[in-house]
């Protein structure tokens, strides 16, 4: 079946370190997306990607950084400089044009400890 | 711009009884709009979808949703309540202009009572 791939589902992070969330999907969706959901504040985004080699910054975009490299995988790196990195992290896939709404994965949450 | 706004944040139903949960959207051209449900710890997965054809969507689980443009409304409605219902659910728009971007409401946690 086809879908999105998140690992790892928990994630623990010392203080001042970096860390990637991997994301996979084999949907064969030109376009990627990371959203960052806190309680109570809906989902923002921090990056997409439209296209292989290249990538947008979304409203939250400072302190993390983004690869696509492959049409399939799309990892997110929480650096030391994300100040407040604990949160819910979802990723998304869709054709290029996405009128007909996104696929999710399961999500990853990070907890800095 | 586009944007959309979940008037409530919480709603709280008996098994077997009606929801409503409500949307409003703002959108300067003809929007697309869905609804997203989430269960805890989980991803987010689509319900239904407005993309300009009929104005009566019906999704899965039994979940419907009525498109009025003239009250810019995408409320999500459900006659009867299961327990497997409660969730988060999030009403989200999108229009060419923005890229076809999704930008999301805050969310409405529906809670069923037995």
């Known amino acids: 079946d086809g879908g999105i791939t998140q690992s790892p589902k928990y994630l623990f992070r010392k203080e001042g370190q970096n860390v990637t969330l991997s994301c996979e999907q084999n949907?064969?969706?030109?376009?990627m997306y990371w959203y960052r959901q806190d309680p109570g504040q809906g989902l923002r985004l921090i990056y997409y990607s439209q296209i292989v080699n290249d990538f947008q910054k979304g409203d939250i975009a400072e302190g993390y950084s983004v690869s696509r490299e492959k049409k399939e995988s799309f990892p997110l790196t929480v650096t030391s400089a994300q100040k407040n990195p604990t949160a819910f992290y979802l990723c998304a896939s869709s054709l290029r044009q996405g009128a007909d709404g996104y696929t999710f994965g399961s999500g990853t949450r990070l907890t800095v400890v | 711009a586009q944007s959309v706004t979940q008037l409530d944040s919480h709603v709280s139903v008996s098994e077997g009884t009606p929801v409503l949960l409500r949307c409003n959207y703002s959108?300067?051209?003809?929007?697309?709009l869905f609804w997203y449900v989430q269960h805890p710890n989980k991803g987010l997965q689509l319900l239904l979808k407005?993309?300009?054809?009929?104005?009566l969507v019906k999704g899965i689980n039994g979940f419907e949703a009525e498109f009025k443009k003239s009250e810019t409304s995408f409320h999500l409605t459900k006659p009867s309540a299961h327990m497997s219902d409660a969730a988060e659910y999030f009403c989200v728009v999108s229009e060419w202009s923005s890229g076809d971007k999704l930008t999301f409401g805050t969310g409405t946690r529906l809670a069923v009572r037995p």
């Open positions: 949907l064969n969706h030109d376009a």
């Open positions: 959108s300067s051209y003809s929007p697309s």
């Open positions: 407005y993309t300009s054809a009929a104005t």
